[in-house]
C-alpha cells in the first residue's frame, strides 16, 4: 500500500503537469517545480509508520485557490523594519543538552531549518515534557521579530462549537496533525530573519547558523498559519454534502431554539442532518492540531476519521496515526 501510495501521487503530479500545460501554455514554474523535487524527496523517504523525511503539502492535490500558498508559504504581514539580532546563544544545561541535540537533529535531518541568507537569529530553550522529553521552543520575541511580525485575530472552536456536531448516541474518533507547524512553509521573507545558532549546541568552534524554512514553536504568525491550513484541509476533505456516498454529507440545517414549539434540550441548536431529517450528520472539529470527527454511528464516525486521515496524508500533511484513539 506504501508503494501504491508513492506511485499515485507521482502519478498525480505527471497529470497535474500536463493540464498546466494545457491551461497556460507553459511549463511549471521554477518555485512549482522545485516544491515538486522536495516533495517526492520526501516521500521517497516515507515508511510504513513514520515520514522520515519529513512532510511538505503536495501542492497540486489542493484545490487551485491554495495551491500557490503550499508552494511558497502563506504571506505574513511585517508591520515594521526588522532589526538585526545576533547575540550567543546560551547552551542548555548538560542533563537535558542530549535531548535538545536529539531534536536538533530531527529538524535538521527533515530539512525543516537548512543553510540560507541569515541575518538574524531566534533564541531557543527547551521546556520539559514529561521526565524523558523537552520541547525546544524559537523565541521570536527577544529578538524583536515577534514585534516586527503582525498575525490577524483568529477564533479557535469553544465546547459550544464541538456541542453542535454531537447529541447523545454520537460516536467520536480523535486524529492528530504530526508536527503541526514544520507542516507549513516561511514565508521566504522571513526565513533570513529566523536563524539559529548551533555552535553550542553542536559544541562547535566554528560559525554554525542554519535558518528555519517552516514555521517555527514560538514564531508569533505560527499558529494562524497551521489553524488557518488545517481549516481548508478540512474544507477540501469533506467534498460534496450532497454526494449520499460521502459520510460527511448531509441535507439541511436544522435549527432547535429555546422558545421554539418543539425545542428538545438534549439537541444542539444548530446542527446538520441527513436526508431522513432526524439522523446527524457526521462531521470533524479541530482544536490546533487535534481534528475530532464525529458520526452517528461507530461505522461512521471510523469512516470519518479514516477520510481526514487519507485526505491529510493525500495533501502531504502528516497524520499522526499512532496518536489515534478508536471511536468510542
Partial sequence: ????????????????????????????????????????????????????????????????????????????????????????????????????????????????????????????????????????????????????????????????SHLRIVEPGTYMADNDVGECFHNWILDERVRKWCGINLMSILRSEARVWERWERCAMGLRPSPYVSVRGILWLMEESHGDPSDPENVFCWERVELNLPGHEDYAPHKSWVSKRRSDGTTLAADSISFVDDIQPTGPTEVDARQASQVMAKQAAWRGIQDATRKQRDVS
Wanted: glycine share 8%; hydrophobic share 40%.
Fill in 1 to 160: 500500500m506504501l508503494q501504491f501510495w508513492k506511485r499515485s501521487l507521482l502519478r498525480g503530479f505527471a497529470k497535474y503537469q500536463r493540464w498546466k500545460e494545457r491551461l497556460s501554455r507553459r511549463v511549471l514554474l521554477e518555485d512549482e517545480l522545485f516544491a515538486a523535487w522536495d516533495c517526492f524527496v520526501r516521500i521517497g523517504s516515507c515508511t510504513v509508520w513514520e515520514w522520515d523525511g519529513g512532510s511538505r503539502p503536495f501542492f497540486w492535490n489542493w484545490g487551485e485557490e491554495f495551491q500557490e500558498d503550499m508552494v511558497k508559504g502563506m504571506r505574513m504581514w511585517i508591520r515594521e523594519s526588522l532589526v538585526p539580532w545576533t547575540r550567543r546563544q546560551r547552551p542548555p544545561d548538560n542533563g537535558i543538552l542530549p535531548l535538545v541535540l536529539d531534536k536538533i537533529n530531527v529538524i535538521q535531518d527533515r530539512r525543516y531549518v537548512a543553510c540560507g541568507e541569515i541575518e538574524s537569529l531566534m533564541n531557543y530553550f527547551a521546556v520539559s515534557k514529561g521526565d524523558t522529553d523537552v520541547r525546544v521552543v524559537y523565541d521570536g520575541t527577544l529578538s524583536g521579530l515577534n514585534g516586527s511580525l503582525w498575525a490577524p485575530y483568529f477564533p479557535l472552536p469553544t465546547l459550544q
